[in-house]
């Protein structure tokens, strides 16, 4: 039953990731992407990581998806159905991740996949949460500074002159 809902979840994620890339409004591909990451998030509970479903949920859902779609709602512009569909490479960029699909696919198949199970030690979420203080503070802080700068930027961008 596990192998039947990982494969329908997997479907669910990979066609919402494709209706993301295939959607001609902005606004309904950031909707498909929130419905991506809702899939990987379920990927990670089926996968009994529920503490990295819930940090995926509360931070790709809850912010980047919503900064996305301020960002949509924030300039007019973009949201013009009379645009083209297509630029003029689309076929050079369906070529390049061909190409990338295929050499992923090919380090996939040679690589040995270790099968042996580790445990989880008991103070794994603690261990996580020390690193994030210690380690990883700056890089945490840096990346929501970005976020913020992006947000301010496309404010900036659509405000009436």
Request: zero cysteines; glycine letters at 6%.
């Amino acid at each position: 039953m596990q192998q039947v809902i990982f494969i329908v979840l997997s479907l669910l994620t990979l066609s919402a990731a494709v209706m993301v890339v295939a959607s001609r409004s902005l606004f309904r591909s950031a909707l498909w992407l929130i419905l991506a990451f809702a899939g990987i998030a379920m990927l990670f509970i089926l996968l009994q990581a529920e503490f990295l479903a819930f940090v995926h949920i509360l931070i790709y859902i809850g912010a980047i998806a919503i900064l996305i779609i301020f960002a949509i709602m924030l300039s007019r512009g973009v949201m013009d159905p009379n645009e083209p569909r297509f630029n003029d490479q689309w076929r050079l960029v369906i070529g390049f991740g061909a190409l990338l699909f295929v050499g992923l696919v090919v380090i996939m198949l040679r690589i040995p996949w270790p099968v042996n199970i580790v445990a989880v030690p008991a103070d794994a979420i603690q261990l996580l949460g020390a690193d994030f203080v210690g380690t990883y503070v700056i890089p945490f802080e840096v990346a929501s500074v970005l976020l913020v700068a992006a947000l301010i930027g496309a404010i900036v961008i659509a405000r009436e002159h």
